[in-house]
Each structure stands twice: as structure tokens, then as C-alpha cells.
């Protein structure tokens, strides 16, 4: 069964205010109709979109390229007229009518929608009503009234497509909804849970609040580094991209900075994309000898392909000598300069190990280092 969504965007929306329609109005980064496509659009259940718009909107479908994204059918007078034009657009077994203002709806919604569709002639989200209800005049409370079995209707409103279309074809009149003309035509229409999020933009404030529920939520993520070098022949070693001199040199395959590695193993686990032996085989002649900072730059551009912001770096060399103190601020400056940071973002500094184990034997150098990645 294929399953079509009619995302209805012809009305005028004035009680939102704004020199545009409401749909058409920008909030997080997009407009309520391009948030309300993509909804759907990434649903797997999904397998067409027809987006229903008011003649006099075409200047805008076509400035955000919305041909390609669904196909475009033109609003009548009346929403009901606007359906009907969807319905013409489409051959799927299902229909979703939905609502282009609410442009937060959740997946597992429309799922629900879809599920109830196998035993139903139709299916609508909606929340039980859970306020008490006051009848009004002159600005005081007149009377109240029961609220068993009240809901607050929502869509997508789903349905068998030749049912709805003869329900439409035989209403003589406008509906406030698509389930009210599929119970005047006598069809069963399920109700399916719904969601707070599911809201629709009506008043100026509602942008806010939609705004909200379609902020992507901040990704962070926290990698950590540990690396060793032992020493041998050389007059200097290489730590975090800067030459010191010393007596003795750091061996490695390449130019053995086990800061600079250290670093860049803790970006690729904030990643989880392995470690600089899997991008960089050491058994390749090719980085015999190489430069460090070409392994950490590799593994910051993948953390900005992948979408993320590299915040902090934090890098504890281990070893008794050579004295770190007097050029931590030079590898700072270098570290950050590969990074593309700010020196204030980047930390370098030693420590000993008292004298124990290798690194206080003097045997090499041992790392560690903590980076943060975020993704907003």
C-alpha cells in the first residue's frame, strides 16, 4: 500500500500577523512549509508529497525550489477545496492531510496514523481534553461544561484515498476538518494518540514555541587520547608541532610527536572513527617520517565534514625531561594554529611520574589528552 502525505498550505493565516502568510514566515533557519516538507519527507512510510498552495504563493514555491520537493497543486476558496485539488494529484492507496502550520509534527504520529489506516476507514491524532471547560460572556464565567470524551483534534487526518474522495465529492459544504466530512459520509474514523509538540501556528506567539520543538538538540561529545614514545638516538624531539632540543630523540614510524598524536587519537574517538593507525597504516612506506600535523589536520576536517565544532583541547605530557614549561606556550600557539582555534581554547602542560615506572626511568614520553566536539 503507498501512502501520500497533502500537506495544505492555501490559507491566509492572519491571526499569526506578518507581512506574509504564516507558512511562509521563517522561523529556525526555514520556512513553516519547507519544516512541514521535511517532516514527511524523511518519514520511511511516506512515498509521495503534494503540497496544495494558493495561486498568488507560486512566487515563493518557486524561490525555494519547492518543485522538486512535491508536487504542487493550486488552493481552491475553501480548504476543502484545496484538499479536493490535492486528492487530484495523487493515486496513492493512502492519503495524510495535514496541515502546513503544524511543522513539528513527530514521526511516531504519523506512524500511528498509518497503522490505524489497516483497520479503519480513516485515523486522527488528537489529545483528550484535560482543562476544565467554562462557557463565557461579558468577560465572566457563565457556566461549565462536561469534558468526557472531548479531544483536541490534530492531523495528519489519514485515510483510504477513494473514500475520502467520495466523502469530499458528496459533502455539499465546508468543514472544519477533513474528519468531519468522513463522518458525514458515515466512515469510521479511529482516533490515535497525539502530541503537545504536534501544535499549530495560529497567533504570533506559536512561532516560538514551534521554534522550540524544532531546534536540532546540541550534540557533544568528549574524546580521549593516550599515546607513548620511547626514546632513542637524536638531538631533539618534536611535542605538539614544536623542536626542543634534547639529548636523545623520540623514535616512531613517523616524526613521533606523541602530544600531536595524542591529540589526534582523541579527536577521531570523540568521532568513534577509530585511531591514526587505521587512516594512517604504519606499515604504508609513505608516512615513514611524516609530519604529525598532517595527521591532526586530517582528523579536524573530519570532524567539520561530519558537522561538528572542535571547542577545546586539553594535552598532559608525561616525562621528567625535557622541561616542558618553557615552550608550552609556543606549542599552544602551534597546536591552535593546525586547529583553526583560539591559543585561549587549546591547553598544553606536564607533569612527572614521580620517578616511576618509564616515563621516570627517563625511558620515553607518555600523553594524554581530552578534546570536545560540538555539533549544533
Not at 497567533?203 to 607513548?228: K, Q, S, Y
Not at 576536517?301 to 577545546?312: I, K, N, S, V, W
Amino acid at each position: 500500500m503507498t501512502t501520500a502525505a497533502i500537506i495544505v498550505a492555501a490559507g491566509r493565516g492572519t491571526r499569526a500577523g506578518g507581512d506574509v502568510p504564516k507558512q511562509w514566515q521563517v522561523i529556525a533557519g526555514q520556512t513553516v512549509v519547507e519544516h512541514t516538507l521535511d517532516r514527511f519527507a524523511a518519514h520511511p512510510h511516506v512515498d509521495d508529497i503534494v503540497l496544495v498552495v494558493a495561486a498568488e504563493d507560486l512566487d515563493f514555491v518557486d524561490a525555494l525550489g519547492l518543485e522538486a520537493r512535491a508536487t504542487i497543486a493550486h488552493g481552491g476558496s475553501t480548504r476543502a477545496a484545496s484538499v479536493l485539488s490535492g486528492l487530484a494529484r495523487t493515486n496513492a492507496d493512502y492519503v495524510l492531510i495535514h496541515d502546513a502550520a503544524r511543522c513539528a509534527v513527530p514521526a511516531d504520529v504519523i506512524d500511528r496514523v498509518i497503522d490505524a489506516l489497516q483497520t479503519h476507514d480513516g485515523a486522527a491524532p488528537a489529545l483528550a481534553v484535560t482543562d476544565a471547560l467554562w462557557t463565557g460572556a461579558q468577560g465572566l464565567v457563565s457556566g461549565v461544561r462536561d469534558r468526557t470524551g472531548l479531544f483536541r483534534a490534530q492531523t495528519p487526518q489519514g485515510f483510504h484515498r477513494t473514500a475520502i474522495l467520495a466523502a469530499h465529492g458528496a459533502c455539499a459544504q465546508d468543514a472544519a476538518d477533513d474528519v468531519e466530512i468522513a463522518r458525514s459520509a458515515g466512515l469510521d474514523v479511529a482516533i490515535v494518540g497525539g502530541d503537545e509538540r504536534n501544535l499549530k501556528i495560529t497567533t504570533p506567539g506559536d512561532f516560538a514555541r514551534a521554534a522550540h520543538h524544532l531546534e536540532v538538540p546540541m550534540d557533544i561529545r568528549t574524546g580521549n587520547g593516550f599515546d607513548v614514545h620511547r626514546f632513542g638516538p637524536g638531538d631533539h624531539v618534536v611535542l605538539c608541532g614544536v623542536k626542543v632540543p634534547y639529548e636523545r630523540g623520540l623514535q616512531g614510524h613517523s616524526d613521533a610527536d606523541v602530544g600531536m598524536h595524542t591529540v589526534t587519537d582523541a579527536i577521531y574517538g570523540a568521532l568513534a572513527r577509530g585511531d591514526i593507525g587505521q587512516h594512517f597504516p604504519p606499515s604504508d612506506p609513505q608516512w615513514k617520517g611524516a609530519a604529525s600535523y598532517i595527521f591532526l589536520e586530517h582528523a579536524c576536517q573530519m570532524a567539520r565534514d561530519m558537522g561538528f565544532t572542535l571547542t577545546h583541547v586539553d594535552c598532559t605530557l608525561i616525562c621528567e625531561f625535557p622541561k616542558i614549561g618553557p615552550v608550552a606556550a609556543a606549542m599552544r600557539a602551534e597546536m591552535a594554529r593546525i586547529m583553526q582555534l583560539d591559543v585561549d581554547r587549546v591547553s598544553v602542560k606536564a607533569t612527572t611520574s614521580e620517578r616511576l615506572g618509564f616515563t621516570g626511568r627517563g625511558e620515553g614520553i607518555a600523553a594524554l589528552a581530552t578534546v570536545t566536539l560540538v555539533k549544533s
